[in-house]
Nanobody, 116 residues
Framework: QVQLVESGGGLVQPGGSLRLSCAAS????????MHWYRQAPGKERELVATITSGGSTDYQDSVKGRFTISRDNAKNTVYLQMNSLKPEDTAVYYC??????????WGQGTQVTVSS
């Protein structure tokens, strides 16, 4: 049974920082791409950042220069460093992983609230 466990969400003031983590456990095989998505109230889930097995990264335009995705392959873990947070970054953040045989897994989500 594969599980993705997220941590690091919370309440932060505008301009603040948070670091999200997502660790995969179980027989997940070798992970290919790792992603972070988010879903704000009343909105569709959207892709925030991607990191490939080779370390290439891609970001949604609204977070470029503020968010950084990284991974630790030995720990099957993906991170999202979020700086200069804005109220519009408020959402539930989900990690999503795809392994080399195209099995896909979602995390349970972690709430990020940016408010003064």
């Amino acid at each position: 049974q594969v599980q993705l466990v997220e941590s690091g969400g919370g309440l932060v003031q505008p301009g603040g920082s948070l670091r999200l983590s997502c660790a995969a456990s179980g027989s997940i095989f070798s992970i290919n791409a790792m992603h972070w998505y988010r879903q704000a109230p009343g909105k569709e889930r959207e892709l925030v950042a991607t990191i490939t097995s080779g370390g290439s990264t891609d970001y949604q335009d609204s977070v470029k220069g503020r968010f950084t995705i990284s991974r630790d392959n030995a720990k099957n873990t993906v991170y999202l460093q979020m700086n200069s947070l804005k109220p519009e970054d408020t959402a539930v953040y989900y990690c999503y992983m795809v392994n080399v045989i195209n099995q896909a897994y979602w995390g349970q989500g972690t709430q990020v609230t940016v408010s003064s």
